[in-house]
């Protein structure tokens, strides 16, 4: 197949860097993480628009970031709130069927509100898929299929294993980036990404353009995937 024609099923991005974003350009975390959403409503805009993929899945909040401040969580959850709300009108206009990627337990019945309805005013649109990681942690997510899978007298096999992950209908990822500067995965998609293409970049999420994402796409193009054969 022609590297132009090489389907691409599944985006997945560590939107990375708010924070630091803010601090050089002397704004408070805030304002940091409001210009994140930005970035990350246009993308999906931009990605939906040029049908750049099937799936979009963004880690907004992983189960690891309950160890910060009460303040800033509360702060966040403002936010995706806030987000939630946007990303749902957003999805309508541009046919978005919204998933939420997952745990809901220790979540304020508010939140889980509004991501349930945000769930279920777009599960009509075909367009692109976008998985919004929140509450999400890959080990979390392994650990939840096995003691689901210790209920049953199944014989485990990577594909029956599969089918008891949060989403084991969506492909995994073809791409996975992380913006900022860091080279990890962050607990995310730990089973799905065995053998996804990794981008890591420096630039710092709130600057993350569908410019940038237009040329990862390029390079992943001419990658020759093989997947251990």
Same mark, same amino acid.
């Given at each position: ?6 389907k691409?099923d599944h ?10 974003w803010?601090?050089k #350009?002397?704004? $408070?975390? @805030?304002s940091g %993480?409001?210009?994140?959403i &930005? ?14 993929t ?5 880690y ?5 970031n309950?160890?910060?401040s ?5 702060h966040?959850?403002?936010l995706i709130e806030?987000?939630y ?5 957003t999805? #309508?206009?541009? $046919?978005i @069927?919204?998933n %939420?990627l997952g745990?809901? &337990?220790?979540?304020p ?6 991501i349930n309805s945000?769930?279920e005013s777009?599960k ?8 919004i990681?929140?509450?999400?942690g890959g080990r ?7 003691n689901?899978?210790k ?5 485990i096999?990577? #594909?029956?294993?599969?089918k008891y992950l ?10 996975i ?5 860091d ?9 799905q990404?065995?053998?996804s293409e990794?981008?890591f970049i ?13 040329k ?5 193009r001419?990658?020759?995937?093989n997947?251990g054969?």
């Open positions: 197949m022609s590297c132009f024609l090489k691409i985006i997945a991005i560590i939107m990375d860097g708010n924070g630091r803010a601090k #350009n002397s704004l $408070n975390k @805030k %993480h409001i210009s994140g &930005n970035t990350a409503i246009n993308l999906c805009k931009s990605v939906a628009r040029n049908k750049s099937s799936h979009l899945t963004l907004t909040f992983s189960t690891e309950w160890s910060r009460a303040f800033e969580i509360k966040l959850f403002n806030e987000t709300e946007l990303f749902k009108d999805a #309508n206009q541009f $046919n @069927k919204i %939420h745990i809901t &337990n220790k979540l019945r508010k939140t889980i509100n509004i945000a769930v777009t009509n649109n075909t367009g692109l898929v976008l998985h990681a929140f509450n999400y979390r997510e392994i650990v939840d299929a096995i689901n899978l209920k049953t007298n199944i014989q096999s990577e #594909n029956v294993f599969k949060y989403e084991p209908n969506t492909p995994d990822p073809d791409i980036i992380r913006t900022g500067g080279y990890r995965l962050s607990n995310f998609l730990l089973w990404s065995a053998y990794l981008f420096k630039t710092l999420w709130p600057d993350f353009k569908y410019s940038d994402l237009s990862i796409i390029n390079k992943f001419l990658r020759k995937r997947f054969k």
